[in-house]
């Protein structure tokens, strides 16, 4: 081990002489070694310059994000078409009711006295909108009742406007009938049902026949709780609207269609 330990010290020490005493090995040796510094000092130069790697891939990771937000409006554009078609296209089937005419319109506001219960319509007495014309959604559900009108604007009261009633009544259910109304501007609820009618908890709510004027069987919505007491006559019945307004921006208005 020792002896092999020597032989490559004294090899090292020859190659060390001679690199120093011979010109022509010293030369080949030096430019060896200059030409490795010089490929190192290029790469590392080319990774650091903003025009290589890192700036060209800042430049393309740039690029690709402006295309995916691109991308992205175009997608709810497109979204947005869409649904504003599926709207128009449920909105027509009450064309086919004898003796009703659609209207279709455009929320175009809440009344600031009252933006919860009340909205504002872009059609009028010009389109032939009256007063207490029922207003559905997209859906075809009853959304509230016209209140008042101008040539172009519609003011909506809706289903939970304090004051308002709408007759209603369960299908199949002969008995089961009465008026929707709110207490307190949230929740909705029919009050004195006969006390021996089946009121089941999934009941669906329509419009009674020619009440105030309005299209029978207009869906409003489903029964979400029945209460009553032991010595009571009558049952109330706690409403689940089908439509919350919160999210309608194009309704229907149903008026009479007068065209002979």
């Known amino acids: 081990m020792q002896r092999r330990t020597l ?20 030369l080949r040796v030096h430019g060896l070694l200059s030409f490795t510094t010089g490929i190192e000092t290029w790469f590392a130069s080319r ?13 393309r990771i740039t690029n690709l994000e402006q295309q995916v937000d691109a991308l992205a409006v175009d997608a709810a554009r497109l979204r947005q078409l869409t649904e504003e078609n599926e709207a128009l296209r449920a909105l027509t089937g009450f064309s086919n009711v004898a ?10 506001g ?33 959304i509230g009742i016209v209140a008042s009108v101008t040539p172009t604007v519609s003011t909506v009261r809706l289903l939970t406007s304090h004051g308002l009633a709408i007759p209603v009544r369960v299908p199949g259910k002969p008995g089961v009938f009465g008026l929707l ?33 309005l299209p029978a069987a207009i869906p409003v919505g489903v029964i979400a709780a029945v209460r009553s007491t032991p010595e009571a006559l009558w049952q109330e019945a706690t409403i689940f609207p089908f ?9 229907s208005i149903l008026v009479p269609d007068e065209t002979p």
Request: hydrophobic share 45%; no cysteine.
């Open 243 to 251: 439509t919350t307004t919160a999210t309608v921006h194009i309704v």
């Open 99 to 108: 003796g009703i005419r659609t209207v279709t319109a455009l929320v175009i």
């Open 181 to 213: 109304q709110s207490r307190d501007g949230l929740s909705l609820s029919v009050e004195q049902i006969a006390r021996a009618e089946p009121v089941t908890v999934g009941d669906v709510v329509i419009t009674n026949s020619s009440a105030l004027g």
């Open 47 to 59: 990774l650091v310059t903003p025009g290589f790697l890192m700036g060209e891939t800042d430049a």
């Open 7 to 26: 032989v490559v010290l004294l090899v090292g020490i020859v190659l060390a002489f001679l690199i120093e005493s011979v010109p022509a090995v010293r």
């Open 110 to 142: 809440r009344d600031p006295r009252d933006p919860q219960t009340v909205l504002r319509l872009n059609a009028g007495s010009k389109v032939g909108v009256r007063e207490g014309a029922a207003v559905v959604s997209p859906h075809g559900n009853l």
